[in-house]
């Protein structure tokens, strides 16, 4: 006949680690620590300051490391990292002066700023044919704000706009030339395409 013990039967303890409170609260812990800095690790490397002041985003080509900057025309171009890590005010500032140069008419601009809303707002009187570049909404907004100061010879506030690569000054300067008339002129000589 069987004899019913009531003594416990040896355990495995392996068996017992894992069935045990402690280990799975252990478990979810490291998991959850794990994945916080896994996640942090990727967001850090998603938003290094090389990629920020390029204005970039980071793209390996051909098995080729590099960044992708927006040029002048809005067109990527590849720039090595070593460039960017050496000095990112450079690309930055060929960026902006990229944006200059291939613009008849470019206007750096803030979205909230009520000057650069009425200048932008003279200027579509006559043309929709100008680019806007709207300095609150970049990565490295007071590194452009620097750069369009050095650039225009000490001109540190918004809008500041260029015609043929050349500061024009901000909005007072827009509608000093429009109240002498000067506006349309200047604007047909640059060749832009009129509305009217």
């Known amino acids: 006949m069987e004899s019913l013990s009531t003594s416990p039967k040896p355990k495995n303890v392996v068996t017992t680690i894992l069935r045990s409170r402690r280990f799975r609260v252990l478990t979810v812990v490291l998991v959850a620590f794990y994945c916080v ?4 690790t990727i967001y850090r490397a998603g938003e290094s300051d090389s990629e920020l002041l390029a204005g970039g985003k980071s793209l390996t080509q051909k098995g080729h490391a590099g960044h992708a900057v927006v040029d002048g025309e809005g067109e990527p171009m590849m720039v ?20 200059i140069n291939q613009n008849r008419i470019m206007v750096f601009s803030k979205t909230y700023c009520p000057y650069s809303a009425s ?5 579509k009187t006559y043309t929709n044919d100008f680019e806007v570049l ?12 620097n750069l369009l100061r050095k650039i225009t010879d000490g001109h540190a506030t918004f809008p500041s706009i260029f ?5 024009i000054g ?11 008339g000067e506006l349309r002129k200047r604007l ?7 509305l009217q």
Do not use: N, T
């Open 37 to 40: 800095f896994y996640f942090a």
């Open 80 to 99: 090595d990292d070593e460039d960017v890590k050496e000095a990112p005010m450079v690309v930055l500032e060929r960026r902006i002066r990229g944006l």
């Open 170 to 180: 901000g909005r007072d300067r827009l509608q000093e030339i429009e109240d002498k």
């Open 134 to 145: 709207e300095v609150d909404l970049e990565p490295r907004g007071d590194g452009i704000k």
């Open 119 to 123: 200048a932008k707002k003279l200027l």
């Open 188 to 194: 047909e000589k640059l060749g832009v395409k009129m």
């Open 163 to 167: 015609f043929a690569g050349e500061s």
